[in-house]
């Protein structure tokens, strides 16, 4: 099992930038795909970015241009960079590792990102 443990979270006002932090507890080079999600209240968690163990990228359309999802090999760490972000960025932002086998599906516990208008 992977640990995932987010973190930089925290309230920035509309336009502002925030970096999130993904730190597993094991490498990241045998996951196929780690991704960040985010679930605002009220509403079901979306997928927002993922990269995959090939570097990849994908995000959902509301964030092109706008989120970079990244990572660090040696540090076992994704991260979200967050830039322009607008009220309705506004959720608990949550780490995904998968890999296909060993199966392996791990959520860390979230992060809280508040953008005020």
């Known amino acids: 099992q992977v640990h995932l443990v987010e973190s930089g979270g925290g309230l920035v006002q509309a336009g502002g930038s925030l970096r999130l932090s993904c730190a597993a507890s094991?490498?990241?080079?045998?996951?196929?795909?780690m991704s960040w999600y985010r679930q605002a209240p009220g509403k079901q968690r979306e997928l927002v970015a993922v990269i995959t163990s090939g570097g990849s990228t994908n995000y959902v359309d509301s964030v092109k241009g706008q989120f970079t999802i990244s990572r660090d090999i040696a540090k076992n760490t994704v991260y979200l960079q967050m830039n322009g972000l607008k009220p309705e960025d506004t959720a608990v932002y949550y780490c995904n590792a998968r890999r296909n086998f060993p199966p392996l599906n791990s959520w860390g516990q979230g992060t809280q990102v508040t953008v005020s208008s």
């Open positions: 094991g490498s990241i080079l045998s996951i196929n795909t």
